[in-house]
């Protein structure tokens, strides 16, 4: 048998088991014996003393649940007489499942119960939402000193309500979603940020709230506003403004600028078509408005 079934180069199968719903694996380690004692650091003055078989969790395979029993070598130190198991690389044990079980678990758990997971690889519910619960407290711990240079503040619609929703705009990466957008909730925030003279810049939509809690909070921050949100604003008034101009215009005329607006929704130099051009020309220079507005 190989080690090839596993995937596990620091094991060597020794015996497989399968029923119905379960595959067990006997292994021992491939791994050279431990060179020092991890207690009192003495280099070679190791011996054997006995081994244990221990059980450990690992990815379903072929939709059973896989168990791996390690026979694993216990060793005592001549100098401190401390003993010790070997080390085993692939394993994580304060929670007795393989490393890539528990990456599978924390992107499991994002989409299925704890308890659906726990039954697919044959761990307690408990264990299972132990080790989600480790990650999302990795993942915080993460963002709660990561203070960025540009900040990013914008919000989404999220279980009916608007969030307000933190970035680092360098990076491209969300920080924090908070419940509330309004001016208490994100001056409370900013002010629990940790190194905030570090902020240079902060990028924003016009929602006036945001802009006061930045002054209040971080006034040496430049603000800037979103370029997203400023052309949309100014696509909004030229349309306000061509349907205005529908009334100083013949049915004729007034249909085909409902065909062209799209020629006064994109810039000049993006227009490739020469007759797009035609047309572009034909309504600023007709219409003076029209035109004053979308120069603008
Ligand atoms: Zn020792």
Redesign the pocket.
Known sequence: MTTNMLNLPSFRILDMKESEYDYRFLVETTLPPPSY??????VA?LYKNGKKEQLFFDLPMHAKRVGIFVKRQRYK??????TFFESLPDIDEGRSVTNRLINWIQETSLEKTFTSVAGEIGVDEKTVRNIFNDYVNELEAQTDFRTPKWLGIDEVHLLKNYRCVITDVENKSVIDILRKRNKDNVISYLSKLRDIDKIELVAMDMWNPYKSAVNTVIPHAKIVIDKFHVVKLANEALEKIRKANRQNVTAKERRQLMRDRYVLLTRSKDLTDFDDQIKLQVWTQNFPLLGQAYAF
Do not use: E, Q, V
């Not at 130190?77 to 401390?82: F, H, K, V, W």
């Open positions: 004692c991890p207690k009192c650091g003495t003055n130190c001549n100098d401190c007489g401390a």
